[in-house]
């Protein structure tokens, strides 16, 4: 009778545990899937970071699911990508948008207004592209003394609206310095003659003007070249490619050239300089919306 009495109440307990197991692992799913159809409400209302703790949550109740692990990661690469086209690193921002989209079977909503943002980027790079092309031929012509034909070329920037969106807004500060500055060369509130004189002499030959190096440095004994080729190391004076590029491209060795005449033309020996150094107040004019001579003039 008691070896029965015992076998019931084996029983008994056994059907609950199984029933506790069974009905904690019930609101597990049940929570779990609450949190999922939560976290993709609150990407339809394009909140995010609440979708992100939505997803968070699911993936607590469900440790390892692939489909909760699997939006949670999508969701923090949008998130990453809004953050950085926020900072206008549109480049960046474009590559986070591109790993949302290639998250297979993710959110389609996430993944659909990724596409819409990569396409976006795309249009304002190009408008970057087209504004900077456009700034540099008014730069140049600056730098030729021609200042009116500057200033017109720069209306090209000006007169489109789009210019005055925030992703722009480089673009349109270096366009109205260079203008400001073209403006006192055309009114006479700074010497424009030297800025002629640069232009008018920046294709004349480097042995009419004695502040610019020949095409020949100074000569090295044979051992001192062979320690020269085989030094493969880097110290202060190592150039890197960044240091030789200007908006992504090389600075080439003509536009070295004439920025030494240019240099030279200002009253500066550009003999003192390395070409690195002249790299440097190339990319540093460019920057501040200067002539070469405008530039070396102000800090040499």
């Given at each position: 009778m008691k070896k029965w009495i015992w076998i019931v109440i084996a029983i008994v307990i056994g059907a609950s545990v199984g029933g506790y197991a069974y009905a904690r692992h019930s609101q597990n799913e049940k929570i779990y899937a609450e949190a999922m159809q939560r976290g993709r409400l609150q990407i339809s209302n394009k909140k995010y970071?609440?979708?992100?703790?939505?997803?968070?949550?699911?993936l607590k109740r469900k440790p390892n699911d692939d489909q909760a692990d699997k939006v949670l990661n999508q969701t923090q690469s949008f998130i990453s990508a809004n953050d950085l086209f926020n900072d206008l690193k549109f480049g960046q921002a474009k590559s986070e948008y591109q790993s949302v989209v290639d998250t297979k079977k993710g959110n389609e909503l996430l993944?659909?207004?990724?596409?819409?943002?990569?396409?976006?980027?795309?249009?304002?790079?190009?408008?970057r592209q087209n504004y900077n092309k456009i700034y540099n031929q008014a730069l140049d012509q600056a730098g030729d003394g021609q200042y009116t034909e500057s200033n017109s070329t720069l209306d090209k920037i000006f007169s489109d609206k789009s210019i005055h969106q925030a992703y722009y807004a480089d673009i349109l500060k270096k366009a109205e310095t260079l203008r400001d500055k073209n403006n006192d060369a055309i009114s006479g509130n700074s010497s424009s003659s030297s800025n002629s004189f640069e232009s008018?002499?920046?294709?004349?030959?480097?042995?009419?003007?004695?502040?610019v190096s020949g095409s020949k440095g100074?000569?090295?004994?044979?051992?001192?070249?062979?320690?020269?080729?085989?030094?493969k190391g880097s110290n202060e004076y190592t150039v890197t490619k960044g240091d030789r590029d200007l908006d992504g491209k090389p600075i080439t060795a003509a536009q070295v050239t004439r920025a030494r005449k240019q240099i030279s033309a200002a009253g500066v020996d550009s003999n003192a300089m390395s070409d690195q150094d002249v790299r440097n107040v190339i990319k540093g004019a460019h920057k501040n919306g200067e002539t070469i001579g405008q530039y070396v003039k102000a800090r040499y």
């Open positions: 970071t609440a979708a992100e703790t939505s997803f968070t949550n699911a993944s659909d207004r990724a596409k819409a943002k990569i396409t976006k980027i795309k249009g304002i790079q190009k408008n008018s002499t920046s294709d004349s030959s480097t042995n009419n003007n004695p502040n100074a000569s090295l004994t044979s051992a001192e070249k062979k320690a020269a080729a085989a030094y």
